[in-house]
């Protein structure tokens, strides 16, 4: 991302974080009505679910600017989704889900040049995460016993 991208995700998640409960209400509605089947993957009971949303996306924009620790933290929160049955497909429908919550919450200030840099914002945490989860998953498949050998 460049220092521009940077700038805009950072003065625009402020304006976020001012209705905080609306937009993660936001979120989680509109990514329930494009895929029904992700509500039992986020537990949405209570305003601490969304709070711990705005928690971690507000730490992702603060690690902007140290791209090393974002990755890690990433790849982290990665694992973690990887527990909780998410699944590479489910990231576009989660991003869709972010880009239309911030639309709806910035009104006039989600210009193209904010739009284009939240979508790299994205695509660049989603990657990572997927990154992290597909060598995880090489790395447990390659110390499986062979299923074949374990029958004979």
């Given at each position: ?91 576009v429908t989660i991003g869709a889900a972010l880009l239309w919550t911030l639309e709806r919450g910035l009104g006039h200030a989600f210009t193209p040049d904010v739009k284009n840099a939240w979508l790299t914002f ?31």
């Amino acid at each position: 991302m460049n220092s521009r991208q940077i700038e805009l995700i950072r003065s625009t998640f402020v304006q976020v974080e001012s209705i905080a409960d609306q937009a993660t209400a936001l979120f989680y509605e509109r990514l329930f009505e494009l895929d029904p089947a992700l509500r039992p993957m986020f537990s949405v009971r209570t305003s601490a679910d969304g709070t711990r949303l705005m928690r971690t996306v507000k730490s992702a924009v603060n690690l902007l600017d140290r791209p090393y620790a974002l990755v890690s933290a990433m790849e982290a929160l990665g694992r973690r989704h990887l527990a909780g049955g998410v699944k590479d497909e489910h990231y576009v429908t989660i991003g869709a889900a972010l880009l239309w919550t911030l639309e709806r919450g910035l009104g006039h200030a989600f210009t193209p040049d904010v739009k284009n840099a939240w979508l790299t914002f994205y695509l660049l945490t989603a990657n990572t995460m997927k990154a992290a989860i597909a060598r995880y998953n090489a790395t447990v498949e390659a110390d499986e016993p062979d299923a074949v050998a374990c029958l004979n």
